[in-house]
């Protein structure tokens, strides 16, 4: 898997796990003080999120780091 196909696998997983959560990508992004069209980039794959950025989405999606890869197959 290369970078590309990494990042979209991983945005279609948050947003799965937003999703499951009842949580909108305006409410998401207000959480982690993110702009919502950051938020779409993520989930779409066209963003390439740093610890720092995949922490605050968890605290936003009240999951640890853990909890956010324990579901997601790469």
């Known amino acids: 898997m290369n970078k590309i196909e990494f ?3 991983l945005g279609e997983h948050i947003k799965r796990v ?6 909108t990508a305006a409410e998401l992004a207000r959480r ?3 702009d919502k069209p950051n ?4 989930e779409n794959g ?4 740093s610890a720092f950025y995949l922490a605050k989405i968890c605290k936003g999606l ?3 780091l853990q ?4 579901g997601f197959n790469f």
Do not use: G, T, V, Y
């Open 18 to 23: 937003r999703e499951s959560k009842d949580i």
């Open 32 to 34: 982690c003080f993110m």
């Open 7 to 9: 990042q979209k696998k």
């Open 62 to 64: 009240e999951i640890s």
């Open 46 to 49: 066209k963003f390439n999120p």
């Open 39 to 42: 938020i779409h980039k993520l």
């Open 67 to 70: 909890e956010l890869f324990s």
